[in-house]
């Protein structure tokens, strides 16, 4: 019987509250919205009975009830929602007729019960038919004309706001799923393409070093000079192919960035952001992987509030340092470490760099990252941009050799 009782009031997973939870965000946060219902006791003002005992007997009595059934609409699945929404606007027509505070509780059920999931004319037809019910029994009550149109258009106007307010937040679900299944076709055409490679790289290599060397074991007995040879051949053959190796694990390692500035893209277009970067250099694996995460926060960031029409990324080499700067046209203003500067600045401080941020308030904002990079393992790249997609850029390559 217990559990059943904290069955009852745990948060479903697909609820608002649930919902929140999972973006990082209180399971509470939308108790904030209950501050509205102080209209229940500020009505009374407008009323010549004033604040009498009718009015407390019914709000000692409904307000409970309405505060149970509005956690319920923000704590259970969405396909229960839109039940404890109509017990709402319910209990609120039932006690229009001697409580005109209740009409608060109507405006609280018009706005969950966008919490279901239903398209906007579907929200618009619900909201019309509510109100054009409510709108008939306070007429044949005879309510006040200022109550008999003030509430309809309430409810309307913030149900619309409310429906906006919903509809971002799916667009902001839906761009995530975007993005990761950017992230993850990348990662599949990544391995197919390692997996080619290293079949084009190795296949024919190792049969070569197998054929010599069965050669030479073959001549070993008869002619120790020419089994020699073929040992040496083998030997050159597998130094030749240790070097096409190290140079398809560069190929390889840029692969991440590149696959991040691929989804930046696609994010940002999606937010209608026109994105310009140049082709990504190739960095040792965990340069690289630090900055792609720093990469995808700074383009979340640039969809989310930068309010941009464009955006760039470049990449400059300087001292066997390596400059991530990624600028937009946006609002700007940033002022302290949110919207997760400071989780990229811990990014950036554990490889050994600096973060700096330029955000004039209307002027946009530029992100500068700075980190040491070894010389032996950075190739520069050309930081010349496209308009919409990566092109080819000419590249010189400075790698020695390994010991």
Not at 206 to 219: D, G, N
Not at 291 to 298: I, N, P, Q, T, Y
Not at 337 to 344: A, I, R, V, Y
Not at 356 to 366: F, H, K, L
């Amino acid at each position: 019987m217990n559990r059943r009782i904290a069955a009852f009031f745990l948060p479903a997973p697909d609820s608002l509250a649930g919902a929140a939870f999972r973006h990082g965000k209180s399971p509470w946060v939308h108790a904030v919205h209950l501050l509205w219902s102080f209209w229940l006791f500020v009505t009374p003002l407008w009323s010549s009975e004033g604040w009498n005992t009718r009015w407390l007997v019914c709000t000692l009595v409904s307000y409970p009830v309405f505060l149970l059934l509005y956690y319920q609409s923000v704590v259970a699945p969405r396909s229960m929602a839109r039940g404890y929404a109509l017990a709402m606007v319910l209990l609120s027509m039932v006690l229009v007729p001697w409580y005109p505070s209740g009409l608060t509780y109507f405006v609280y059920g018009c706005v969950m019960l966008r919490v279901c999931r239903m398209r906007f004319y579907s929200y618009l037809a619900w909201l019309t038919v509510l109100n054009a019910t409510l709108l008939l029994e306070t007429l044949l009550l005879q309510y006040p004309w200022q109550a008999i149109f003030t509430i309809p258009v309430t409810s309307f106007i913030v149900g619309i706001v409310i429906n906006a307010e919903r509809a971002n937040e799916e667009k902001d679900a839906q761009l995530q799923l975007s993005h990761d299944e950017v992230r993850r076709l990348a990662a599949t055409a990544e391995r197919e393409r390692i997996g080619r490679d290293l079949h084009d790289l190795l296949g024919h290599t190792l049969s070569l070093i197998t054929l010599k060397l069965e050669l030479s074991r073959k001549l070993f007995d008869r002619d120790s000079e020419a089994a020699r040879r073929e040992i040496e051949d083998a030997e050159k053959v597998a130094r030749h192919a240790l070097a096409e190796v190290r140079s398809a694990v560069t190929g390889i390692r840029t692969a991440d960035l590149a696959a991040e500035l691929a989804s930046a893209r696609l994010l940002l277009a999606s937010s209608m952001v026109h994105l310009d970067y140049g082709s990504p250099p190739a960095l040792p694996g965990e340069i690289e992987r630090g900055l792609s995460l720093v990469l995808r926060e700074a383009a979340t960031n640039i969809a989310r509030h930068a309010a941009a029409s464009r955006a760039r990324i470049e990449w400059v080499h300087e001292h066997a340092r390596m400059c991530m700067q990624v600028s937009d046209n946006g609002r700007g203003g940033i002022d302290g470490d949110g919207n997760g500067l400071s989780g990229m600045r811990e990014r950036v401080r554990a490889l050994g760099g600096t973060l700096t941020i330029d955000s004039p308030r209307g002027r946009g904002t530029c992100l500068k990252v700075i980190v040491p990079v070894p010389t032996l393992r950075l190739v520069e790249t050309s930081s010349a941009f496209t308009d919409a997609t990566p092109r080819d850029h000419a590249a010189t390559a400075s790698e020695q050799p390994a010991a």
